[in-house]
């Protein structure tokens, strides 16, 4: 909790901070948050947003961070798991995950576990960890124009401390879960997709 403190002290003054982490694949939403992301780009914002993460669609991101004008889209090379990857991820306001079809969601885990709201299109694997205005923001699949809405609701000083009630509400969840309880509930929910 208290490097959670110390994170959201770091953050106050200065610009909000998003970030996706996963695999730079179409499965992965990555098209339509980069499509997003030119939608908010459109006007004068002051936003850092970090895609961490490898893949097919690498070239793709780095091509979009060469021509955003306004965003500061940094392509960051994935970080272990564990202390690093934690504190990188305590650092920001927000994870957005624009996944487009049914996924394993520790992403969510580890942002709730940081206190770090959630982004999400309205998946199956994701409705069964997000609910929608507790602990982040469910989405209709694939909608670029709702997923713009969301970021730019991020930018809205006024809306910070509601939107870190998502991340604290989100804490709350995640300490209901230890490491093994999270993976076994992963398991559960693999194996319901295959029968």
Known sequence: AEQIEAARADADGRSPHLMYVG???PAKGIEALLAALADVDAAE???????MGAGQLLSR???AAASLHHIRLVVARPVP????FFRVLRGVDGLVVPNLGDEQPRNVFDAFSQAVPVI????SGLRSIVTDGVDGHLLPTGNVAALADAIREF??????VSLRALGDAGHRRAQRYDHDLMH???ADFVAGLKR
């Open 23 to 25: 695999r730079l694949d």
């Open 45 to 51: 914002v002051d936003l850092t947003f970090t895609v």
């Open 61 to 63: 991101v780095e091509s």
């Open 81 to 84: 798991y564990g202390e690093e």
């Open 120 to 123: 999400a299109f309205d998946t």
């Open 155 to 160: 930018l809205v000083p006024a809306t910070r």
């Open 184 to 186: 076994a509930r992963r």
